[in-house]
């Protein structure tokens, strides 16, 4: 015979009977996991660790010094945008070694003013990175060629130039950063002759027939809005462009135009599309500055 229970026996409420067709609250108590062979915990916190290092949030872009980790910065984006892809298609658009413009890699290492540049302090980012640029066309200035500033070269000399074919292009993250960006250039040199080719300035129309009648040394503008103006024929890019910036600054989210949703696809797909082309020949440098 079953032994009696005591007057004041307690059945916890998991073991009582339940009527036919319905669950209790907790299906899985007792349940083992059977990836870690414990019961129904938080997840712990190595699990939780490996996570976070899959999926990193908040980390700081740091610009790279060398050629290796340039080309590996740029290509990682190229990987984030075009999802899936193959070490052959990799190998077909990917950046190369050769195509990083070792002068201005070399400015980039030797800058002391490098050390604000990236940060939040985005007045600081923009004389650098207007110096930057000068330097850069100091640099095509001593070549051989049509490689000229239009306002250092004398009147008669500029027919030979094309109209909306700049020398060097500057690729932000923002309108507002290109304001920056434009604002230090001019800053560094006013005669340098920028093409501001983003929203928020002129309408895509209003930028078309500037560039068509107007010899520009520097193009700055936003991923979107320079791969319209190229589609359109209206930004030039078969002549005398030399060097395509990419500028990295860090915004108040930690993202840089190689990892925003907003600017990744456009700067990935302007590369494959009109940039790479240019780099065969080894005219067209690249630098992430």
Known sequence: M???LEDDF?????FLPVPFGTKRKNENFGKQNVDTG????PESKEKNAKKKKRNPKNVEFVLPKNISDQVLAFNGMLR?????ISELEMVEIGLSPENINKDMLEHIKTNSELEVFGKKDSKASEEYLGGFVKNALEIFTTYKGDNWQINKIK???RKTIPNGDPQILVICSSAIRAVDVNRGIKSADGKIVVGKLFSKHMKAGEQEEYLKTTQIDVAVGTPNRLLKLIENKALVIDNRL????LDCFVDNKKRTVLDMNETMAD???L????LKDKTTDKKLKIILA
């Not at 030399?242 to 910036?245: E, G, H, N, Y």
């Open 2 to 4: 079953a032994d009696s």
């Open 10 to 14: 307690y059945i916890e409420e998991e």
């Open 38 to 41: 414990n019961s129904d915990l």
């Open 80 to 84: 984030r945008a075009f999802k899936g």
């Open 155 to 157: 009147k008669s000399a």
């Open 242 to 245: 030399k060097l395509v910036v």
């Open 267 to 269: 700067l990935s797909n």
């Open 271 to 274: 590369w494959k599309n009109y």
